[in-house]
């Protein structure tokens, strides 16, 4: 399996800054974001603190980002990172079926959480789950419920409705749904997972469903649960001065490690970020 040196989660100014850097260091890099580079950057109605941009709107920032991407030869891996796992010398990052590999790590997933629901982290991997293709085998023939936060969740569902003997899907966005005729939209509110030792049941503002997994499909979910054993604290990911987290070769950069939640500040922690991961891999060839 090809091993990249540096893997970036986060497409935003530190996870962009940290690809920059990563690009002219030379090293072999991929970098997971979305197709609109920075969902909360497009919305500035105008930037007056970001060095060089002065004036400029979000919209017009973005494509000053998308040009520098493009005349460095940078793409965004348009894939969504389920879990990460600290494997000793290399990082194992899992993309719904698929899985990449890297040396090191640079978290940029900015702060735009969904708060978890009641009983979801205690019942992960016992029932509650983030990637509904990676584990719907495991269900089949039982009975299965997805919560879906954006139309890319439709795509999951579809599948994992040939596999399950019945399949609820609870939309928590507006559309048109496209779904199999065999998947029942639930327009429900969940509040509770609740379970024995595995899940058994959700709970919804007004009903319950019997369910043997619940499959919880977000943009994004907290850097805590996407790299188990991450130290966490006051709700950000703690970094030192050099961007490094409590795990070896993990580095973290922008909104995820603290305020000031600014463009500028986490441009610049994405550029420190990705020197530190050089520096990292420089010493791992030393040693």
Not at 93 to 119: C, D, H, R
Not at 198 to 217: G, I, R
Not at 224 to 250: F, S, W, Y
């Amino acid at each position: 399996m090809e091993r990249y040196d540096i893997a970036i989660v986060g497409s935003g100014p530190a996870g962009l800054s940290a690809a920059l850097n990563a690009k002219i260091r030379n090293k072999k890099f991929i970098v997971f974001g979305n197709k609109n580079l920075t969902n909360k950057l497009v919305k500035a109605p105008k930037v007056n603190n970001y060095l060089g941009f002065y004036g400029l709107n979000g919209e017009e920032i973005k494509n000053k980002f998308q040009e520098h991407l493009d005349a460095m030869e940078i793409k965004i891996t348009h894939e969504r990172v389920n879990n990460i796992y600290a494997m000793g010398d290399y990082f194992a990052l899992m993309v719904n079926e698929k899985m990449y590999e890297a040396k090191t790590l640079i978290l940029a997933t900015g702060m735009e959480y969904t708060k978890a629901i009641s009983g979801e982290l205690e019942f992960l991997g016992k029932g509650v789950g983030y990637c509904a293709t990676c584990d719907a085998p495991l269900y089949k023939g039982k009975v299965v419920t997805i919560i879906g936060y954006n139309k890319e969740a439709e795509e999951e569902a579809r599948y994992v409705s040939e596999l399950a003997s019945k399949l609820y899907y609870i939309p928590m966005y507006k559309a048109e749904y496209e779904l199999n005729d065999n998947i029942e939209v639930i327009n429900d509110k969940p509040i509770e997972i609740i379970g024995d030792i595995k899940v058994n049941k959700l709970k919804l503002q007004n009903s319950d469903l019997e369910t043997d997994a619940v499959f919880v499909l977000k943009d994004t979910i907290s850097p805590g649960q996407l790299v188990p054993g991450l130290e966490i604290e006051d709700g950000h990911i703690k970094v030192d001065r050099e961007m490094k987290t409590n795990i070896a070769g993990c580095f973290a950069a922008g909104d995820c490690v603290g305020k000031p939640y600014q463009y500028i500040k986490s441009a610049g922690e994405g550029n420190i970020a990705a020197l530190s991961s050089v520096k990292y891999l420089d010493n791992l060839k030393v040693k």
